[in-house]
């Protein structure tokens, strides 16, 4: 079974400042992995995703993102933040093959002036 | 387009009532999902459909049932409403290609039930 979890359920950081949001995934086959941004009251949108070559992953709004095997892992960075990234990220996995999607706890980013 | 669309946006029901959420879409995708987001337990799957006339069980499935019956349309249906069903419904819809597409939400029905 696959299963996500994500290390920081918040995480503050002063505005433009560089963040990392921990992701990491157990699977016994491939997988896709991606994450997805939640701003508030709104539904989730897609911010970046893994399916297979580079394993840095470049996003919109200058996010991106490193699947490491070894370490089972995808985190997820910014080098600058912004207080429009103020937003819930979920990472989400899948494996190839299967129609579903498994989606971690998240994690609140609060971007402070 | 209108992308995927929720209707009703908010709802308050007793326990014991029944109400059925309706997702549309306008992207002619084959799957579509219904999740629950609930405090600190992320999105959890209710139930899913990979075409029309099709559905399947998700993670969360007990108090809820669904229908595909035309392929823009997935419904959710409460039909005994219980205070562990309040929470926020998202429903979302991908291609028909597989589990690497990404999934389009819509903006969430948040139910009370009291």
């Known amino acids: 079974a696959q299963s996500v979890t994500q290390l920081d359920s918040q995480v503050p950081v002063f505005e433009e400042a560089p963040v990392e949001l921990r992701c990491n995934y157990s699977?016994?086959?491939?997988?896709?992995l991606f994450w997805y941004v939640q701003y508030p009251n709104q539904g989730l949108q897609l911010l970046l995703k893994?399916?297979?070559?580079?394993?840095l992953v470049k996003g919109i709004n200058g996010f991106e993102a490193e699947f490491n095997k070894s370490q089972t892992s995808f985190h997820l960075r910014k080098p600058s933040v912004h207080i429009s990234d103020t937003a819930e990220y979920f990472c989400?996995?899948?494996?190839?093959?299967?129609?579903?999607?498994?989606f971690g706890a998240g994690t609140r980013l609060f971007v402070k002036a | 387009n209108a992308g995927v669309t929720q209707t009703p946006k908010f709802r308050v029901l007793k326990t014991g009532q029944s109400m059925t959420l309706l997702c549309a879409q306008d992207?002619?995708?084959?799957?579509m999902y219904w999740y629950r987001q609930d405090p600190g337990m992320g999105l959890r799957l209710i139930h899913y459909?990979?075409?029309?006339?099709?559905?399947a069980k998700g993670e969360v499935p007990d108090g809820y049932n669904v229908s595909r019956l035309k392929k823009q349309n997935f419904l959710l249906g409460l039909e005994s409403a219980a205070p562990s069903q309040t929470s926020v419904y998202f429903c979302?819809?991908?291609?028909?290609?597989?589990?690497?597409?990404?999934?389009?939400f819509g903006p969430g029905t948040r139910l009370l039930v009291l």
């Open positions: 979302a819809s991908s291609t028909g290609t597989g589990s690497q597409e990404t999934q389009y």
């Open positions: 699977s016994s086959v491939s997988v896709y």
């Open positions: 893994y399916l297979s070559g580079s394993t």
């Open positions: 989400a996995v899948s494996h190839t093959g299967g129609f579903k999607t498994i």
């Open positions: 992207m002619n995708h084959e799957y």
């Open positions: 459909s990979v075409g029309e006339g099709t559905t």
